[in-house]
């Protein structure tokens, strides 16, 4: 799952994006994703992010950032956590 998504935003350019020039569903869709697995699950085994941080390639963090970054949805998405500070910690 992680060599595609990473395949997928190496071949739109390492734009921090899955598609085009402009955040979408999948993008979203991903980050959502990671920050379930990240945040939520780490209740039921907390040492996940660990396991998950050294899968994480540059082109995924760059994802991560973009959706976290993005000022339409930078309320909502941080309002249950910032996921970077999470996977980079």
Do not use: C, M, W
């Amino acid at each position: 799952y992680i060599a595609v998504l990473t395949k997928n935003i190496q071949n739109n350019g390492n734009t921090g994006r899955l598609f085009g020039d402009s955040l979408s569903y999948a993008d979203i869709a991903t980050y959502s994703y990671f920050k379930n697995l990240a945040i939520y699950f780490a209740k039921f085994k907390t040492d996940i992010v660990e396991h998950i941080k050294p899968k994480l390639t540059p082109e995924i963090i760059k994802l991560i950032s973009t959706v976290e970054d993005d000022p339409k949805l930078s309320k909502t998405v941080l309002k249950s956590g910032n996921l970077s500070s999470i996977i980079s910690a």
